[in-house]
């Protein structure tokens, strides 16, 4: 009975780190889908899924990101401060609702953040979107879809170069998030 309440300790607070650091490819959806790479998805190695091609690049980036930062070390360090608050002969406190709060607070949490890391790209693709249609209201001899495709690929690479540097800034504050949610739940799961 205790492993099995090890094993769903283990699952939670993975799943809610995995969460987490998912934002960042929710985030490449959504640039992915403004772009026009909506079509074209990359197999995920880890999950076996689709994934949109910059969520793909800008997760990979986070993961080099955590690694650089010596951020595993931190994961097993959460290891080691899960079996300090929640003690081994200690159940789990499913009966108070506050671990229920507190998933959904972190998937408000991911949301916000992948909200946030695509706001600069997909408002830049916005105003290329009323550009063409302007532009395919004034000249309807010119055909926007052939123009309006690698023009949008184009100024979405060019902003995506630009800010790369603040999405690092915002990589560590998903990286804090994630240290933040995992020894949260922990003691969420612990209290008594």
């Known amino acids: 009975m205790l492993m099995l309440k090890e094993a769903i300790t283990g699952l939670f607070i993975g799943l809610l780190a995995y969460v987490a ?23 995920d190695p880890q ?28 994961m097993i360090d959460g290891i080691f401060y899960s079996y300090q608050a929640i003690e081994i002969d200690q159940f789990l406190q499913f009966q108070n609702e506050s671990w229920i709060e507190f998933v959904i607070y972190t998937f408000n949490e991911m949301f916000i953040s992948a909200f946030l890391m695509a706001l600069p ?15 395919a209201r004034t000249v309807p001899q010119l055909n926007v879809f052939v123009v309006g495709l690698p023009l949008k690929i184009f100024v979405a690479l060019a902003v995506l170069t630009i800010v790369m540097g603040f999405y690092v800034l915002l ?19 612990g209290r008594s």
């Open 121 to 135: 790209l997909v408002g830049c693709l916005f105003l290329v979107d009323v550009a063409l249609g302007i532009i």
């Open 47 to 74: 999950t076996g899924a689709q994934s949109p091609l910059i969520g793909q690049y800008l997760y990979t980036v986070t993961l080099l990101f955590i690694l650089v930062t010596d951020g595993h070390h931190l």
């Open 171 to 189: 990589i560590e504050e998903i990286f804090d998030l994630v240290l933040e949610t995992m020894r949260g739940f922990i003691d969420v799961l």
């Open 21 to 43: 650091i998912t934002a960042v490819q929710v985030a490449g959806g959504f640039i992915d889908f403004q772009m026009g790479f909506a079509i074209a998805n990359v197999v």
